[in-house]
């Protein structure tokens, strides 16, 4: 999902575990519920915690 337009999209009771998402774009307008995001790569590079859920950590 690098670089990715997920302007609108919506991820619900889902996981983006080690999901590399650098770069994309209109993360502004995403909707995370009950999303598991360990491990992902965040826009900004950063690597999600393992405490990760519709956030970042």
């Known amino acids: 999902m690098r670089r990715a337009n997920l302007s609108g999209a919506e991820f619900i009771d889902s996981t983006l575990a080690h999901v590399n998402l650098t770069g ?34």
């Open 24 to 57: 994309a774009l209109g993360f502004e307008t995403v909707v995370f519920r009950l999303v598991a995001l360990v491990g992902a790569t965040w826009v900004d590079g950063r690597i999600c915690g393992p405490n990760s859920y519709e956030q970042c950590d």
